[in-house]
């Protein structure tokens, strides 16, 4: 054997098998977020970080990339083919963007990521000092990260922020913060069943019972939140992303918790009951008429489970929704009980499953989902995520509640949204960090203005 011939056999021995997976088909629920991108209304998710103290932009830049050699799908863009649409590795980090730290806007403008042409990983970093050509940046720094949908879902970009902050201390000689890494080669897997032959059987009529259930959903007419048709344009709008917060007080977020606690139910379902609550409220005010019909929030469901503990950036999540007539929506015990009496049962049942299956039957009969997402319809009426303890497990020193990153700098805040859409304009979502609990509200400001967001956003606090 030659020896430019052996050396060619080692190559490919020790190449990372992430590369042999490339170019990646994409999952239904991964085609459903390509497609249902519009230039007007992007599919991305947002989450913001705020940090106080001394930052470093070439560590953080550095550690960014190193990161990203373990979460690929983050620097991949998408290719068609006949129809099918793969992921596609570009070779490309994203660049830092700059920009300066606005008080009344905490998250920097946005135009969303066009997924043929660019990554789908967009990172802004603000700082309160105008001075942006500094690498070493004091005060508060916000650090925004725009992740496209087909992407990553919310628990996969948090992941892969730990990971960076995991890399920044390393590389700063605060913390020996080591943790097993991501296993790229997991990307494979995403998108599967992933139980084992019993369970498959036993959730088999489940399963059906799911799918007939989402069709029975596509009988009900759903209540756009407001008349307004949204807007048709090659961009969104000039403050896209549009998103306001409210942060509870620990003693608040307490209060809340042993309010659920007493109804016997989660703070998951009580997030939903009070977009529930809220919604009804703001169209009963504001929306003359169109009554018949049903409010309905689309809500993201985790499908991870043990063997995914080392998933790099994917989604692994799909959809459930829940209508409620209008009339029917009142601030009841008897009202909290049927949204949990609902919601355990999606979960007993497996029934975050149904969507994907649904997804992956149309694309089988139709070739892609493209005819799924576009059209003059409201499907839901706004989108609830709840997030959960953020970060309660990177190994990091904490002073407070809050990360600590390096000697002089703490993670102090952090917010996230989903993307909203034609149709559905809300996107809300609640996490809970250093043991106080934020709720976002992403809007669309086409058809809703400020005040009828922070009306909506305040009637959810109550």
Same mark, same amino acid.
């Given at each position: 054997?030659?020896?430019?011939?052996?050396?060619?056999?080692?190559?490919?021995?020790?190449?990372?098998?992430?590369?042999?997976?490339?170019?990646?088909?994409?999952?239904?629920?991964?085609?459903?977020?390509?497609?249902?991108?519009?230039?007007?209304?992007?599919?991305?998710?947002?989450?913001?970080?705020?940090?106080?103290?001394?930052?470093?932009?070439?560590?953080?830049?550095?550690?960014?990339?190193?990161?990203?050699?373990?979460?690929?799908?983050?620097? +991949?863009?998408?290719?068609?083919?006949?129809?099918?649409?793969?992921?596609?590795?570009?070779?490309?980090?994203?660049? =830092?963007?700059?920009?300066?730290?606005?008080?009344?806007?905490?998250?920097?403008?946005?135009?969303?990521?066009?997924?043929?042409?660019?990554?789908?990983?967009?990172? $802004?970093? +603000?700082?309160?000092?105008?001075?942006?050509?500094?690498?070493?940046?004091?005060?508060?720094?916000?650090?925004?990260?725009?992740?496209?949908?087909?992407?990553?879902?919310?628990?996969?970009?948090?992941?892969?922020?730990?990971?960076?902050?995991?890399?920044?201390?390393?590389?700063?000689?605060?913390?020996?913060?080591?943790?097993?890494?991501?296993?790229?080669?997991?990307?494979?897997?995403?998108? $599967?069943?992933?139980?084992?032959?019993?369970?498959?059987?036993?959730?088999?009529?489940?399963?059906?019972?799911?799918?007939?259930?989402?069709?029975?959903?596509?009988?009900?007419?759903?209540?756009?939140?407001?008349?307004?048709?949204? =807007?048709?344009?090659?961009?969104?709008?000039?403050?896209?992303?549009?998103?306001?917060?409210?942060?509870?007080?620990?003693?608040?977020?307490?209060?809340?918790?042993?309010?659920?606690?007493?109804?016997?139910?989660?703070?998951?379902?009580?997030?939903? +009951?009070?977009? %529930?609550?809220?919604?009804?409220?703001?169209?009963?005010?504001?929306?003359?008429?169109?009554?018949?019909?049903?409010?309905?929030?689309?809500?993201?469901?985790?499908?991870?489970?043990?063997?995914?503990?080392?998933?790099?950036?994917?989604?692994?999540?799909?959809?459930?929704?829940?209508?409620?007539?209008?009339?029917?929506?009142?601030?009841?015990?008897?009202?909290?009980?049927?949204?949990?009496?609902?919601?355990?049962?999606?979960?007993? +049942?497996?029934?975050?499953?149904?969507?994907?299956?649904?997804?992956?039957?149309?694309?089988?009969? %139709?070739?892609? =989902?493209?005819?799924?997402?576009?059209?003059?319809?409201?499907?839901?009426?706004?989108?609830?995520?709840?997030?959960?303890?953020?970060?309660?497990? =990177?190994?990091?020193?904490?002073?407070?509640?809050?990360?600590?990153?390096?000697?002089?700098?703490?993670?102090?805040?952090?917010?996230?949204?989903?993307?909203?859409?034609?149709?559905?304009?809300?996107?809300?979502?609640?996490?809970?960090?250093?043991?106080?609990?934020?709720?976002?509200?992403?809007?669309?400001?086409?058809?809703?203005?400020?005040?009828?967001?922070?009306?909506?956003?305040?009637?959810?606090?109550?």
């Amino acid at each position: 054997m030659s020896s430019a011939k052996a050396g060619m056999e080692r190559s490919a021995m020790t190449e990372p098998p992430i590369f042999k997976l490339f170019p990646l088909r994409l999952t239904p629920f991964e085609e459903y977020m390509l497609l249902d991108n519009q230039p007007a209304y992007p599919m991305s998710c947002f989450v913001l970080l705020k940090l106080r103290g001394e930052f470093d932009v070439s560590i953080f830049e550095s550690a960014l990339r190193q990161t990203l050699e373990y979460h690929p799908l983050l620097t +991949c863009a998408v290719t068609e083919a006949n129809g099918r649409f793969y992921w596609q590795q570009t070779g490309a980090i994203p660049p =830092v963007a700059r920009a300066p730290l606005e008080a009344d806007r905490r998250f920097p403008s946005a135009q969303g990521i066009d997924l043929f042409h660019e990554p789908a990983l967009k990172v $802004t970093v +603000c700082n309160e000092n105008i001075q942006l050509q500094e690498i070493k940046l004091t005060g508060q720094t916000n650090i925004m990260f725009e992740v496209h949908h087909s992407a990553c879902d919310a628990a996969g970009i948090v992941r892969f922020i730990e990971d960076i902050f995991c890399r920044y201390a390393r590389q700063t000689g605060f913390a020996d913060a080591q943790r097993e890494a991501v296993k790229p080669d997991g990307l494979a897997r995403r998108g $599967t069943f992933r139980l084992n032959r019993g369970e498959i059987l036993q959730s088999l009529s489940k399963q059906f019972w799911g799918i007939f259930r989402a069709w029975t959903f596509l009988l009900n007419r759903v209540l756009p939140l407001t008349p307004k048709k949204p =807007v048709d344009t090659q961009k969104p709008s000039a403050d896209y992303p549009a998103i306001l917060f409210r942060t509870f007080t620990e003693s608040e977020t307490q209060n809340i918790r042993q309010r659920v606690r007493a109804l016997g139910i989660t703070l998951n379902d009580w997030l939903l +009951c009070a977009a %529930f609550f809220a919604m009804n409220n703001w169209r009963e005010q504001h929306v003359a008429g169109e009554k018949k019909g049903h409010l309905r929030l689309a809500v993201p469901t985790n499908l991870r489970t043990s063997e995914d503990a080392l998933m790099p950036a994917a989604n692994i999540v799909s959809m459930v929704f829940l209508d409620r007539k209008p009339k029917d929506i009142q601030r009841s015990e008897s009202f909290y009980q049927g949204v949990h009496r609902e919601m355990d049962h999606i979960k007993r +049942c497996h029934l975050g499953w149904a969507f994907i299956h649904g997804l992956a039957v149309y694309r089988r009969l %139709f070739g892609n =989902v493209r005819k799924m997402v576009h059209g003059d319809r409201c499907w839901s009426t706004a989108t609830v995520s709840n997030l959960g303890r953020l970060f309660a497990d =990177v190994p990091l020193p904490q002073r407070d509640g809050h990360i600590r990153v390096d000697d002089s700098l703490e993670l102090i805040g952090v917010e996230a949204c989903p993307p909203v859409r034609a149709w559905t304009p809300l996107g809300i979502s609640a996490m809970t960090y250093a043991d106080q609990m934020v709720i976002n509200l992403h809007y669309d400001p086409h058809v809703l203005t400020r005040g009828d967001a922070q009306s909506i956003l305040e009637d959810m606090a109550m």
